[in-house]
């Protein structure tokens, strides 16, 4: 992997997305939104605090599954990707110059939908916010690796959004969100082991309780950055140069 053309990949994603001003609104208005909406919707109860930071994890890695899929989907359709593989670029600069780029959004994202929630929303969390800040990031970093894993089995733009059922969905409907995990099915308990958001979720839910979780948050996010690793690399090893 060389490391400047890597970085050459990452800024040329940052270019293109700072001219498209949906992209943006999508990535840093959209959390936002969501997270102001349930905080209404549960105004004057306990319940915003009970599920808000979880979702403060949730919803950055579904806008940016839906980003990165669309967007490296693009680079190939265009023949953009064809075209840098024929340099000395490789497969792994391409990938990791795309998590980069979309890795200093998701820091961005994750500043912007935290500081709403807890300043504009009222989130209230026994932990410290720069840790929700952080597991918010690798929230949305997991999100990036998981869309350009996805990308590389979609032949357009609309088969890529629909891999977000596959590949979102279920770990949304087991990661302890809507029911707790050790009430569960066995089955669906071991599952849910396996599920990199259930992980994400129990960082979220420790910071929520916990004045001091930095122990029990490193541990799910080293999980975490497993997962992110590992999509990467697969990513890396199914990308076509074009969609057939």
Do not use: H
Request: net charge neutral; charged share 10%; with cysteine.
């Amino acid at each position: 992997m060389n490391a400047g053309l890597t970085l050459a990949t990452a800024a040329r994603v940052l270019r293109q997305v700072r001219s498209d001003p949906r992209t943006i609104a999508l990535i840093l208005i959209v959390p936002c939104v969501l997270l102001g909406l349930l905080a209404w919707i549960y105004e004057s109860t306990p319940v915003f605090d009970g599920i808000g930071p979880a979702l403060l994890g949730v919803f950055p890695m579904i806008v940016m599954f839906i980003v990165t899929s669309v967007a490296t989907l693009r680079e190939r359709q265009s023949g953009t990707l064809e075209r840098l593989l024929t340099t000395p670029m490789g497969k792994g600069d391409f990938m990791i110059g795309y998590a980069v780029a979309f890795g200093v959004l998701a820091v961005v994202q994750a500043l912007v939908a935290t500081g709403f929630a807890v300043w504009v929303c009222g989130l209230e969390v026994a932990g410290p916010v720069w840790l929700l800040i952080v597991v918010a990031v690798f929230n949305a970093l997991l999100g990036t690796a998981l869309g350009l894993l996805a990308s590389g089995f979609a032949r357009t733009e609309f088969q890529a959004v629909q891999f977000m059922p596959a590949f979102i969905l279920p770990q949304f409907l087991l990661c302890g969100l809507l029911v707790a995990r050790d009430a569960m099915p066995e089955v669906l308990r071991w599952v849910s082991d396996v599920l990199p958001l259930s992980y994400a979720v129990d960082a979220m839910k420790q910071i929520a309780v916990s004045a001091d979780p930095s122990a029990a948050v490193a541990g799910d996010l080293g999980i975490v950055t497993s997962f992110v690793v590992l999509s990467l690399a697969l990513a890396s090893l199914t990308l076509s140069r074009r969609s057939p």
